[in-house]
């Protein structure tokens, strides 16, 4: 079973600051890695899938990078909306099994 | 534009049943993977299971045996048969739209809390 390891646990940044979110994997997932927000009370929103390809509707402040085993999700300039938890996530192949991150809260400092 | 509405959760004993339906628009629901993903209170997100669009299911390896995941495409609606339920079961059961060619989910519902407690 692969896993996905989340850092920090907590970022804590002030609005218009950068964020930068790692997730590492157990063995290589080439590039099935998917990154959600959530935010309290609601459903996880998908904004990258396949390492760097940004979702429907998701600003480009967001970017996604890696491959391998080492990833990074980037907000290049926070607003106030995106203080939440981000999860990543990957797909085996075969057999077709997910597995997320343990999740970083981005609060603001 | 795509909805997905969970439905079935609520209070149910350890040891006990729960059937959780999800029913699903604005998609040719026949043509897509479809998953159920869970969160327990203040917990993070946790894969449960997916089933293709002809049916062909997987299980996360822990909840093997328990749950059954299936689909009827005639009334765009996916399924979660739980049976010995188990404290641990409780959280928030999510059913998630797969991406078709990557490894994603890009649309879910707004959830169902499943409850286990005597």
């Known amino acids: 079973e692969i896993v996905l390891t989340q850092s920090p646990a907590t970022l804590s940044l002030s609005p218009g600051e950068r964020a930068t979110l790692s997730c590492r994997a157990s063995?290589?997932?080439?590039?099935?890695l998917a990154w959600y927000q959530q935010k309290p009370g609601q459903a996880p929103r998908l904004l990258i899938y396949d390492a760097s390809n940004r979702a429907t509707g998701i600003p480009a402040r967001f970017s996604g990078s890696g491959s391998g085993a080492d990833f990074t999700l980037t907000i290049s300039s926070l607003e106030p909306e995106d203080f939440a938890v981000y999860y990543c996530?990957?797909?085996?192949?075969?057999?077709?099994?997910?597995?997320f991150g343990q999740g970083t809260k981005l609060e603001i400092k | 534009e795509v909805h997905l509405l969970e439905s079935g959760g609520g209070l149910v004993q350890p040891g006990g049943s729960l059937r959780l339906s999800c029913a699903a628009s604005?998609?040719?629901?026949?043509?897509?993977?479809m998953s159920w993903v869970r969160q327990a209170p203040g917990k993070g997100l946790e894969w449960v299971s997916v089933i293709g669009g002809s049916g062909t299911t997987y299980y996360a390896d822990s909840l093997k045996g328990r749950f059954t995941i299936s689909r009827d495409n005639s009334k765009n609606t996916l399924y979660l048969q739980m049976n010995s339920l188990r404290a641990e079961d409780t959280a928030v059961y999510y059913c998630a739209k797969a991406n078709p060619t990557a490894g994603g989910f890009d649309s879910w519902g707004q959830g169902t809390l499943v409850t286990v407690s005597s």
């Open positions: 996530q990957q797909r085996s192949n075969w057999p077709p099994e997910y597995t």
């Open positions: 063995q290589s997932v080439s590039s099935n």
């Open positions: 604005g998609f040719t629901f026949s043509n897509y993977a």
